[in-house]
């Protein structure tokens, strides 16, 4: 059997090159996707849906972040403290009166109308502990004057005796009898003034134990003898953290639950020597003009203190959040960033409250809608808190 071998022409031999050379650049390029296919799939995709930014948040010690055009941030009011002039009463008591000077003639004695027969009586003891007092001022001064005169009287006679008996003219048993009866008037003398000093003093004691009774009983017993007619006493608790804002000369504002549409001013006159050991409240003495005697002792009012007109900032009420025993307002530190900010706060007006320290006129603070950030709020103190707690044991 014989094999014919055909021959291969250049034509054909070209054709064959062209379709070997595609074959190659096919394959090359294959084999670089399937490379940069594994290449990729082995580095980290990111996430299809990355996670949101929160609205709100801690962004340091007393800051927080709120993200800017959130719907959150759309809920807040960001407003600014104004300095204003206010009457805005500093602090708001509730008392009761005590005492009422009625117009008219007669003794002020008579006159005068209390709020129980309990303290009507007291004060009946305090008049006659009062004239005791000055009875018994009298009598120690006149025991002075004429035990100082008998003395003199008596040392003259024993200094004319002395002559006397110098020149002869007196025995001497006479002038030992007057020095005798000089020194008796001498112990005479100092025990009539010890004992007009006793009494004094006794009644000194007995009219102040009268004075504090009265006080206790809510009555300063000095406005009982200066109270123009037609006054009314007013008395007040006023809390221990509040006795900054009260003093003597304070103008004031009642309004009684009687006559609730009649505003009655008055003044505080003055302050109990000491604070209650039990309410740890100190007593406040008013005194309200009530000419037209509408006011009946024993009715209870609201009396605002400090109602002077006066310069005061003030700030939206909403804005301040009452936090344990202190008082928060969130302040401007920032773009998205607000500041927790400890202040003091007077009495509300409306939807106004003044702010007595923390915040300077001008400043922005967020108002309406703070209550929405108040649970970061308390989580930053809560954080601050814990961090004070922990600085001493770091401390070596």
Partial sequence: ??????????????????????????????????????????????????APTPAVSLAGPFLIAVQPGSPLERKLEVTTGRNERIQTPLV???????????PGQGSIEDRWQFSSVELSGIFAEWQHAETEVEFDAKQLTKTRELTAAQLASQARVVERLRKLVA?????????TTAEAAHLEMQLEGQKAVFEAERALSEAIHG?????????????????????????????????EVRLSAVAVGQGCEARFYGLPNLVFRGIVRSLAPALSPERRTL????ELNDAEARLKPGMYAEIGLGTDPRYAIVAPADGVMHIGESDYVL???????????????????????????GVRAGEKMIGSGAILLK???????LEAKEVDA???????
């Fill in 390 to 396: 922990a600085a001493p044991s770091q401390n070596p």
């Fill in 207 to 239: 009219h102040a134990d009268l004075t504090r009774r009265l006080v206790q009983a809510g009555i300063d017993p000095a406005l009982l003898e200066r109270a123009p007619s037609g006054a009314a006493l007013v008395m007040a608790d006023v809390p």
């Fill in 92 to 102: 708001t008591v509730t008392g009761a009166v005590m005492a009422r000077l009625r």
């Fill in 331 to 357: 302040t401007a530190a920032g773009t998205g960033r607000w500041r927790v900010t400890e202040v003091r706060v007077g009495e509300r007006a409306g939807e106004q409250i003044e702010i007595l320290g």
């Fill in 1 to 50: 059997m014989t094999t014919t071998q055909s021959k291969v022409t250049p034509k054909g031999r070209t054709k064959r090159i062209a379709v070997m050379t595609i074959r190659a650049v096919v394959l090359a390029v294959t084999l670089m996707i399937i490379v940069w296919r594994t290449i990729v799939s082995n580095q980290e995709v990111p996430p299809e849906n990355p």
């Fill in 283 to 286: 007593r406040v003495f008013f």
């Fill in 167 to 175: 020149t002869g003219t007196e025995a001497v048993r006479d002038l």
């Fill in 375 to 381: 649970p970061l709020v308390v989580q930053a103190l």
